[in-house]
């Protein structure tokens, strides 16, 4: 079965996906010199992405209208990064910036929220459904990126139709194991975001 076979080779990309993981921890941990030093060009676009999340939850969405949203996007961003293979060397980067980026916007974030309100504890639901939503949504970005490296296809066969294969695979091996996973990832992390507005004196409606 095709589910199978993709499964396989994502599979067959663990070792990488592990190194993809500790580059975007590499990433993350160079967040604080850039906190410290107000490193306001790699601060830009984390400013800019807190702000419009900030925006997104006061709207009060419908958890399900905000699992589809989270879904939309990290479904696409996650597909344009591993398509980034089509350029060697990028995937790497690539992930060394997300992992600096979403470190700076989860910080950011955070700091407004303890600015503008006590934090309320979590229901044992919701910590259940974030501690998910990091053990879904961080793999499927690491394998993704796994993916994007051993891509053969290289961005001029786009153009020529040539050699590709390898992406077609990828491809498809990203729309029946990584976005099942992605969308199971967004009803948690939606269900988990409602649940801790709750305690701000927010309503989910």
């Given at each position: 079965?095709?589910?199978?076979e993709?499964?396989k ?10 190194g ?12 604080l010199?850039?906190l410290q030093?107000q490193i ?5 676009f984390?400013?800019?992405f807190a ?7 006061s709207?009060h969405?419908h958890?399900?209208r905000l ?9 696409m961003a996650?597909f344009?990064?591993m398509?980034?293979g089509?350029i060697p060397?990028?995937p790497?980067?690539?992930?060394f910036l997300?992992?600096l980026?979403?470190a700076?916007?989860?910080f950011l974030?955070r700091?407004?929220?303890l600015?503008s309100?006590?934090p309320?504890a979590?229901s044992?639901s919701?910590r259940i459904?974030a501690?998910?939503?990091?053990l879904?949504e961080?793999?499927c970005?690491?394998y993704?990126m796994?993916l994007?490296?051993?891509?053969k296809?290289?961005l001029p ?12 695979e ?15 990832s ?6 988990a975001?409602?649940?801790s ?8 409606v």
């Amino acid at each position: 079965m095709l589910f199978f076979e993709s499964l396989k080779l994502i599979l067959h990309h663990t070792r990488l996906a592990a190194g993809m993981a500790f580059v975007f921890g590499a990433g993350a941990v160079f967040s604080l010199p850039v906190l410290q030093w107000q490193i306001k060009p790699l601060m830009y676009f984390p400013r800019k992405f807190a702000h419009l999340i900030e925006r997104i939850v006061s709207a009060h969405l419908h958890r399900f209208r905000l699992a589809i949203f989270i879904f939309l996007f990290n479904g696409m961003a996650i597909f344009l990064y591993m398509l980034t293979g089509l350029i060697p060397g990028v995937p790497v980067a690539v992930t060394f910036l997300t992992g600096l980026n979403v470190a700076l916007a989860s910080f950011l974030g955070r700091r407004k929220v303890l600015q503008s309100s006590q934090p309320a504890a979590l229901s044992a639901s919701a910590r259940i459904c974030a501690i998910l939503t990091f053990l879904l949504e961080l793999p499927c970005f690491w394998y993704a990126m796994a993916l994007g490296w051993t891509i053969k296809t290289r961005l001029p066969d786009l153009f020529t139709g040539e050699n590709l294969a390898s992406t077609k695979e990828r491809v498809l091996a990203y729309a029946l194991v990584i976005l099942p996973l992605l969308g199971i990832s967004a009803l948690a992390e939606a269900h988990a975001v409602v649940s801790s507005l709750r305690g701000f004196g927010t309503q989910d409606v």
